[in-house]
């Protein structure tokens, strides 16, 4: 009872507080989107800042730099160095993030709203955006742990698997590129690199502010101003091209590991799609719901060939994967593999059911409460939000347009856009011939 009564509170606190969500929206003296949610539910103050700096800006000759540029920020900026970052942060309990992936690259600051901590993390924080140093022994060092990772990666199947799988999904399309890089680009990378990078891509015009927290709109107007004031003016119109769909094939690799990794892939959508919402209903019924998907009952349930299998679309500003993922035992790979291309066919040929559909509009509607109960998750969609150009009424409509959803919609979305013979296949760790 007392179990009941605690999610119970806590789902008419997330319904309270995602019904007070207001988006405020203006811009910067240096053209920065600004998107802030005034809560005063606690004293903290979270802020991130996105840029169009993903790896899909990398080149195949300097690959990884986007990722090495993003990792360098905060190591050594304004006149200070890593560990004087580091100490001024925890002296006031500030925490750093980052995000990074093809599209975008980005860091965010935690802080307490309080005006000394405040003032102090804002400091560092607009040192690490607009004064980076780069410095000679940390790139070295940086370098280093990356060429190592990659080294040590390279090794695990999921990892082949991975890279493999978006070099045949994509080719020599800039999402085709690892967004760590190669070891030998990445040795390769100097100074002048990252400074170049950061002068074409790290610009206010791009910039996307997400702010949410303990303040006045006028104290986050002026958080802005004070982040962006500095940044490099040029425009970045650089753009990514379109998608083609690739030619379907399956490759596999011989690996030592006792099971085989299978993942298959497909273009699938991009983040303002008007496909988006059959999509994503129609691919929680799929692969997506966990133990309630139907790729989890004909794989699992229904023959045991795998503990889990999963799919998923990976939205971005053109067509970002749409993947499924499985292991099984080796002498099981090819039956795996045939069952799954025989679930997703027939998904695609009929759609789902009525009841499905029912089921997993309960699911996403019941579950998105969850979505927005905390400021780090808030602050997430407000980047997007910002970054994608979605409408600030995107956090409302969620809701109505995944009800909205229709069987015969997503049947439609699903035949129009994922066709079986431009689907690629990798299999790590094949049976041996």
Known sequence: ??????????????????????????????????????????????????????????????????????????????GLSEDEIANALADVGAQLGSNFDADRAGISLRTLSHSRERKQALDIFSRIIQH?????????????RIIASIKESSTKPDYIAGLTLMK?????HPYGLNGSGEIDTVAALQLKDLHKFYQSHYVAANAVIAIIGDISKQEAADIAESLTNDL???????????????????????????QSHIQLAHPGMRRSDPDYFPLLVGNYILG???????????????????YS????????????????????????SEEALALTQAVLKDFI????????LIAAKQNLIGGFPLR??????????????GFYNLPLTYLDDYLKAVEAVTTAQIKDAFSRRIHPEHIVTVIVGAVDE
């Open 309 to 332: 299998v999963y799919s998923f679309f990976a939205p971005l500003r053109e067509k970002g994967p749409f993947q499924i993922g499985l292991q099984t035992k080796k002498e099981q």
């Open 168 to 172: 045949m999904l994509y080719g020599d």
């Open 349 to 356: 040929a009929k759609g789902p059911s009525e009841q499905e």
């Open 288 to 306: 997506g719901g966990g133990f309630v998907s139907r790729l989890m009952e004909e794989i699992r349930q229904q023959r045991g060939l795998a």
């Open 232 to 258: 490099p003016h040029k425009l970045d119109s650089s753009s990514i091209p379109p998608v083609k769909d690739p030619r379907g094939q399956i490759k596999r690799i011989a690996h030592p590991a006792t």
């Open 1 to 78: 009872m007392k179990k009941y009564i605690f999610v119970l509170l806590i789902s008419i606190y997330s319904q309270s507080v995602f019904a007070s969500l207001a988006i405020q929206f203006w811009q910067t003296s240096a053209g920065a989107r600004v998107y802030f949610v005034e809560n005063h539910a606690l004293p903290i103050v979270d802020v991130s800042i996105e840029f169009a700096a993903g790896s899909s800006k990398d080149t195949p000759e300097k690959s990884g730099l986007a990722n090495l540029t993003r990792r360098m920020l905060k190591l050594g900026a304004g």
């Open 132 to 144: 980076p140093e780069f410095p000679q022994d940390i790139l070295q060092r940086e370098k280093n």
């Open 372 to 385: 927005l109960d905390s400021n780090s998750k808030i602050l997430g969609y407000l980047a997007m939000i």
